[in-house]
Structures are given as structure tokens and as C-alpha cells.
């Protein structure tokens, strides 16, 4: 698990400055902080460079990448893990191929010599993102695992190309500016992004399953995207119905202990993140089976009972006799690091407790630990969610009636209406692009395509001329592919719209990778092995959700592990209790609104409205508003103070100049590697 970066010039002869390669580095160093590495090909106009945690392999000179193959024909910069490499690495031992060094990312470079990278990717298992260029070929492929669990962008300038894990090593190459762009930072306001893109004008993400090459002719760099996986679900009268309820339970339970076992692979010890949830604790049962010592669980507690799963976690800890730390969060805290939080998500928030699990993760590093495993994944493959739910019950219940929809949606309000105006729309809303390719609005964006309606008030004048007759729901629709949503099921198309959605940029992004890595802790989450997923998305909808029970197979496969309680639990969305529950984190967000939202702030960054941000302030604070429309106001203003934040971190400071700051201040030169 690392951070990586860097360039190819269209011209082979320009060369590539290693200073700008360490600073790329640098600039991550929280990604990476066990040491660094670059290299340059001279006569290409490529170099690459890397920031190491020393997961496998801990030897710092011989897992330094990047990697160069003896030939020279390859070379490769990786962040993230490959689980089964030492079958892979063995096979190709086996076939007469060399390895240097014990880590798993050598095996790509003899894997694309055997087979070629179109092959070799299918054998590769895990949550990843590199970049390989092949001299021979003369080209550059950057690769993102399937989900999108590791982060890789990307931004062409005159005559180049420059990628890296996050948009701040983007930013530090002298050639790419940060700079809003319209449809950036209206997105950024409403929550939901258009996938594949950024807030920056210019600046792209490498999409889930999906691979850019970028080939140098006649002077110019030409990219091409493919997808080179996606999650299939089955067509309409395809799906096999004839197997038994046990036939699937056993199957899945293989699949599920095999990818948890996989994910305790390491050179350093490996914990889990336990909430009250039955995906985190499923994870823990199993894993607390594979090792002879307890394993040690994380968990988070909030200072609201409404919110707080502690007793619920500890409960599972109990039985399964696990070492259960838990790490009390209040609401001061959540405002006190909200701009540091954003630093490292590098997009808005809608809810603190993305700020909970940064702390969280800062907490497991102090701990000493590397790596845990976590639960996301389990809510898409088996309808967790309420919005899925939700959907099912609309569309994809044809044989009930009319009032047995009306009383599972009734019920399925009641048991959610902490998060009424968040999670679920207030109000049923349809999206005519949506619509049309769907079949209908999935849930899942209805409540941030209504919170959009605040959006255009809230621009600047600038902003909000340019962006006349935008329709976000037009955008996004456009971004999906609708070979993979036709003559599916209804629940089949909405998980499959969440997943490439909400579930890559929030629960992968700024909830995972981005605010683990800030304190340099790999999150693994295997519910997201990809043969498991192969199997899940077969599964019939009654496998997923029967009556009011969510998550059915995962619940009736781990029963014996889990406690009662939690057996019968109902899904609870783990978030962090918004401001206006609290008197004293009402205070703490109306004092960072004071700094970041301050009539000079607005003006100086010509981002929002001054007048606006002000009227939602105090609607926000007005005790006789609505508590759901309360709740959707406190998400609109911390996505106002994130876009606030996000310019006072990336517009208004030289982030080219921090990084090559960092360099000096960790002591990375390049000079110290020229002989390497």
C-alpha cells in the first residue's frame, strides 16, 4: 500500500526533472511514509515515482519501487495489494522466471511478459492501482482495481501527461493549476459526482475496472480507456433460480472465508474495524477463527446514543473473545479537524464522520498497526441499504399488492427516519435522463438531486451563468453504461448505479482509502474479492432481501457466528450525529463557517454566494425548521465549507511549491537516490 505518480512527455528527448518526481512523492508521504523511490527514462520522457508502507517485503532497498525489469522493457509503480501472489509468483518461478525481490508487484511485470497485460489482469486479485510502461510497445497504461478501492488521476498539459494516487500529486508538477470547474464545484455541492471526474477543471479519474493506455505518435500522446471489467449482473430470464437456499449459503461461505483469509496475508500484524454492523462483524467472527492469537478490533463511539454502536460491537468482541479497543469521538472533535480532513479527501463531505474515521485511523497507526480489514462492499452486494430497499419495493415486487408496498415502505420510513432528508428523499423525485435509462429514479440519488434545487442559489453569479440548464441527473446518466443496466432487474440496476456512484467516490473515497491512507493505515475490504462478487451478483433478489430482512444470505450464512441482537438487527448507517443535534457541535461548526465562510473568504475565493450561504446558515439554525430539512441542510453546509476549504488547500496555495517543501523537510532527495 502505497502512493504513486508521475509523467510522459509526448517528446522522448524532454527531460523528466527528478526534483518534480521527489516532490510527487513528497507530497504524499502520508500515503508512504517507510521511504521512496524514483525512476527516469532518459530517451522516453518517462519517469515514475513512489512513496512507500512496507506491507510485504519490509527490506527497504529491495521493495523500493519503481520497479525496472533486467531488460529494461518494463517498468511499474503499484499501490495497493495482490492477494494469492505467492501462488502466482510460484507458477512463474516454476515457468523460468526470476524474482529479485518478495513483494507482489514484480509478479505483474512477469505476468505481462507471459501473457500480456490484456491476460494478466484477470489473474491479478485485490485492491490496486499502478502504472506500467513497456519500452518496446513505447506506452503507458495506467490500471485501476475493480471497485475503484485505490484512488489514480490523471491530467494531460502541453505535451504530457501526469498521473498520481491523489490529485495533489497531480498538482504538484509545475504544469497543472488547480482551478474549479463549474460542473466540479456543483457537484461538489450536491454530493453526488459524475464518475470520472474531479472538482478541477482538467483533472480525470482512472474509472473502477478500468485501464488508459496512453501512446506516443507522431509527436502527441493519444489515450484510450477500456473497461476491462465490470460487475455484469445477470440479464432478464438468465439468472439460474433452480438451486437451494443451501446450496448458495454454502457457496457463498466458501467464497467468504477464502477472501478473509487472503486479507490476513501480511509481514505485519493485521486488525479489524468493528462496528455495530453485521458486515464488520461476520469479518471478525471468521478472522478471529483463522488466528491462534485474539485478533484486535477498532471501534469508533460517538457521544450521541442515537448514533453510538459501541454496545452492540462490544458484544460481538465479547463473544468471539477479540481485543477491542474503542476510541471515543465527540462532536468538538469532528469540526476541530474538518479542513484537515479535506486536505486529504480532496472533495466535499456531506457528514462528519468521515472526520470520526480519520481520527480512527490515526488512532489504529498509534497502535502500531499497518492494516485492517473492513466490511464495505457487503451493503452493495446485498442491498443494505435503505435506498435498495427502497427500490425493491417499488420496482421489483410484482407480485405484491398495492398495500403490502404501502406497509413495507411505511415501515421501511419508520425504521430510517433518523436519516429522512439524508439517506431517503423527503420527497419521491424523478430524473428524466435517469428515467429513461433506468427505468426509473433510483433512490439511491433522489435525495441529492433534490438537495440540487439549492445548488444554483448558492453559486457565485459566475458559476451560475455558466451552468444555465445544467441537469446533474443528465450528466450522471451519461457517465453510465447502459449495456450494463438494460433488461436487468430492478434491484440488479440500482445496485449496480449505487456502486458506480456513491459507493467509488464516498464509500471507497473519502470515507476509505483516502482518510485511512492519511495516516498511512491499509484498509483490505473483502467483501470486495472479486470472485466473491462473480457469485454475488447471481444471486436471486430473494437471496438478498426477504420481507424485512436485509442482507439475507450474509445473515442466515454467518448465524451461528453471531449474537442474537445482531442477528436480528436491522441495517443502521454508521454516520455521525449532524450539527443541530448538539448545542456544542452547533457551536464548533458555526465557528469554522465563521472562518471559512465568512463574507471575505466567499469573495476571495468567487466560488459561492455570499447572500446564500448566509440564508441556509440561519434556516439551518432556526429551531422551527423541519428536522428532515435540517438534516439536509446541515449536508449543504458542510459541502460549502469543504468547497471553501478545497480552495483555501489547492487554488489559493502552490502546491508544486509545498511539495518540493515536504521533500526537504522529510529529508527526500533526489540526489540520494542517483546511484540507485
Aim: proline share 5%; charged share 25%; net charge negative.
Amino acid at each position: 500500500m502505497c502512493g504513486i505518480g508521475g509523467v510522459m512527455y509526448a517528446d522522448p528527448q524532454r527531460p523528466v526533472d527528478p526534483d518534480v518526481l521527489v516532490g510527487m512523492a513528497a507530497i504524499q508521504y502520508h500515503r508512504g511514509p517507510d521511504g521512496f523511490g524514483y525512476q527516469v527514462i532518459d530517451d522516453r520522457g518517462v519517469g515514475f515515482t513512489h512513496a512507500r508502507l512496507s506491507i510485504i517485503d519490509l527490506n527497504p532497498e529491495r521493495g523500493r519501487q519503481p520497479f525496472r525489469s533486467p531488460d529494461g522493457q518494463y517498468l511499474i509503480a503499484h499501490n495497493g495489494e495482490f492477494y494469492d501472489y505467492k501462488r502466482l509468483r510460484a507458477d512463474l518461478a516454476s515457468r523460468g522466471y526470476q524474482f529479485r525481490t518478495k513483494s507482489d508487484t514484480e509478479l505483474v511485470m512477469h505476468l505481462t511478459d507471459r501473457l500480456g497485460l490484456d491476460q494478466a489482469l484477470p489473474c491479478l486479485r485485490g485492491e490496486f492501482a499502478f502504472a506500467l510502461y513497456e519500452r518496446q510497445q513505447d506506452r503507458l497504461t495506467l490500471v485501476r482495481d475493480r471497485f475503484g478501492v485505490k484512488p489514480l488521476y490523471y491530467a494531460q498539459i502541453p505535451g504530457g501527461l501526469v498521473f498520481g494516487s491523489e490529485i495533489k500529486v497531480v498538482l504538484a508538477h509545475p504544469q497543472v493549476k488547480a482551478e474549479f470547474s463549474s460542473e466540479g464545484l456543483y457537484h461538489q455541492l450536491m454530493q453526488t459526482m459524475v464518475p470520472g471526474t474531479t472538482c478541477f477543471e482538467g483533472i480525470y479519474a482512472v474509472e473502477p475496472g478500468q485501464k488508459i493506455t496512453v501512446q506516443r505518435r507522431d509527436g502527441e500522446l493519444l489515450l484510450h480507456k477500456e473497461q476491462y471489467w465490470d460487475l455484469d449482473f445477470p440479464l432478464k430470464g438468465t439468472r439460474e433460480l433452480h438451486r437451494s437456499e443451501t446450496d448458495y449459503i454454502e457457496e457463498f461461505r466458501a467464497h467468504f472465508v477464502e477472501a478473509i483469509q487472503l486479507r490476513l496475508e501480511a509481514d505485519v500484524p493485521v486488525a479489524c474495524y468493528l462496528s455495530g454492523g453485521i458486515d464488520s462483524c461476520s469479518i471478525m467472527g471468521v478472522a478471529a477463527a483463522c488466528q491462534q492469537s485474539p485478533i484486535k478490533a477498532f471501534t469508533i463511539g460517538f457521544d450521541d446514543t442515537d448514533y453510538d454502536e459501541t454496545a452492540i460491537a462490544r458484544e460481538m468482541a465479547e463473544a468471539v473473545n477479540a481485543d477491542q479497543d474503542i476510541l471515543a469521538v465527540d462532536g468538538t472533535q469532528l469540526y476541530d479537524h474538518f479542513a484537515r480532513t479535506i486536505w486529504h479527501t480532496e472533495r466535499s463531505i456531506y457528514n462528519t464522520f468521515t472526520v470520526a474515521k480519520m481520527l480512527m485511523s490515526e488512532h489504529v497507526r498509534d497502535a502500531g498497526y499497518k492494516v485492517v480489514i473492513t466490511g464495505e462492499g457487503s451493503d452493495e452486494l446485498f442491498a443494505g441499504y435503505p435506498q435498495l430497499r427502497l427500490d425493491m419495493i417499488l420496482h421489483g415486487m410484482d407480485d405484491a399488492t398495492s398495500e403490502e408496498r404501502a406497509e413495507l415502505q411505511a415501515w421501511l420510513a419508520e425504521s430510517n427516519r433518523l436519516f429522512k432528508g439524508n439517506l431517503l428523499a423527503e420527497k419521491q423525485l424523478d430524473d428524466p435522463a435517469l428515467t429513461e435509462l433506468i427505468g426509473f429514479t433510483p433512490s439511491s440519488l433522489q435525495s441529492w438531486l433534490s438537495s440540487a434545487t439549492h445548488v444554483p442559489g448558492l453559486l457565485h453569479p459566475q458559476h451560475r451563468h455558466r451552468l444555465d440548464g445544467y441537469a446533474p441527473g443528465s450528466a450522471i446518466a451519461a457517465a453510465l453504461n447502459g449495456e450494463q443496466i438494460s433488461d436487468r432487474h430492478p434491484l440488479d440496476k440500482a445496485q449496480y448505479v449505487w456502486i458506480k456512484t456513491q459507493f467509488e467516490s464516498q464509500v471507497l473515497g473519502w470515507a476509505g482509502d483516502r482518510v485511512d491512507m492519511a495516516n498511512s493505515l491499509e484498509a483490505r475490504p473483502a467483501f470486495l474479492d472479486h470472485p466473491l462478487v462473480e457469485f454475488a451478483v447471481t444471486l436471486p433478489p430473494s437471496m438478498r432481501l426477504r420481507d424485512r430482512q436485509d442482507k439475507y444470505i450474509l445473515r442466515e450464512t454467518m448465524k451461528p457466528l453471531l449474537p442474537e441482537t445482531l442477528y436480528k438487527r436491522q441495517k443502521f448507517a454508521f454516520m455521525a450525529p449532524p450539527s443541530h443535534t448538539d448545542a456544542v457541535k452547533e457551536a464548533a461548526m458555526r465557528s469554522l463557517a465563521s472562518t471559512y465562510l465568512s463574507k471575505n473568504r466567499i469573495q476571495d475565493a468567487g466560488l459561492l454566494d455570499a447572500g446564500a450561504v448566509q440564508s441556509v446558515l440561519e434556516r439551518h439554525g432556526n429551531t422551527a425548521t423541519p428536522v428532515a430539512e435540517r438534516v439536509q441542510l446541515d449536508a449543504v453546509i458542510n459541502h460549502m465549507l469543504s468547497v471553501q476549504i478545497l480552495h483555501n488547500h489547492f487554488v489559493a496555495n502552490d502546491v508544486t511549491q509545498q511539495a518540493q517543501a515536504d521533500a526537504k523537510r522529510y529529508g527526500w532527495s533526489a540526489h540520494d537516490l542517483s546511484a540507485v
